[in-house]
């Protein structure tokens, strides 16, 4: 099956620094990917939409200029968390649909923690 | 607005006994509906995707049922195992742009 890979796995920041996560499609070219956050005992919540060359759609009430997403190219999208605060920890989860499917094949996640 | 309800949110059960996790959305008008497993800190695994025209899917020891008109969805997984030990997400799609709702998970653990 189609894999999806994120770096780091983990990451711990002080509070007031940037971060950056990375996704991406190993075996398939991805013109969309979706990027999720996850708090503990909740469900995934839906942040953003990222869309090779051109700019990101995000839901609402999730700040772009803080949660700021790239995509490259069609096997790369990157979200950098801007000056992240302590309750920006989470666990963000990408996922990517491969050409001609219905199903999407997500990473295994990125853990951040901020100090 | 879509909502999720999966319903437990937790069960524990012996190996060998199958197990019944239910999903309902509250906007019938869905594109297709997902079931995938999470283990934890891990990432999602796709289990089943039922197509909002389909009745139900089966692999293996899994079935998803899917009752868009009433909108339920319930994924049924025969002789449970330890392995099967899990947190289980349903998800909709309302359209096939790919965005998902996710319920919040029914967490699995099956007894040896």
């Known amino acids: 099956g189609a894999v999806v890979s994120q770096h780091p796995s983990w990451v711990i920041c002080k509070s007031g620094t940037s971060v950056k996560i990375e996704c991406r499609s190993l075996?398939?070219?991805?013109?969309?990917m979706f990027w999720y956050r996850q708090f503990p005992k909740q469900s995934l919540m839906l942040m953003a939409t990222?869309?090779?060359?051109?700019?990101?759609?995000?839901e609402q009430g999730v700040e772009k200029d803080k949660f700021l997403i790239n995509h490259a190219s069609l096997t790369l999208s990157t979200l950098t968390v801007t000056s992240a605060h302590p309750e920006d920890s989470s666990f963000y989860i990408c996922?990517?649909?491969?050409?001609?499917?219905?199903?999407?094949?997500f990473g295994p996640g990125t853990r951040l923690t901020v100090l | 607005k879509q909502e999720v309800t999966q319903i437990p949110a937790a069960l524990s059960v012996p190996e060998g006994e199958n197990l019944v996790l239910n999903c309902s959305f509250t906007?019938?008008?869905?594109?297709?509906l997902q079931w995938f497993r999470q283990d934890p800190g891990k990432g999602l695994t796709s289990l089943l995707l039922?197509?909002?025209?389909?009745r139900e899917q089966t692999s293996g020891r899994l079935n998803a049922s899917l009752d868009k008109s009433s909108g339920r969805s319930t994924l049924y997984i025969a002789a449970s195992q330890p392995g099967d030990s899990a947190t289980y997400l349903c998800?909709?799609?309302?359209?096939?742009?790919?965005?998902?709702?996710f319920g919040a998970g029914t967490t699995v653990t099956v007894r040896a």
């Open positions: 996922s990517a649909p491969p050409p001609g499917t219905d199903t999407q094949y």
């Open positions: 075996d398939f070219q991805a013109t969309t």
């Open positions: 990222s869309n090779e060359g051109s700019k990101a759609t995000y």
């Open positions: 906007d019938s008008a869905i594109y297709n």
């Open positions: 039922i197509q909002s025209s389909q």
């Open positions: 998800a909709v799609s309302p359209s096939n742009d790919y965005k998902l709702s």
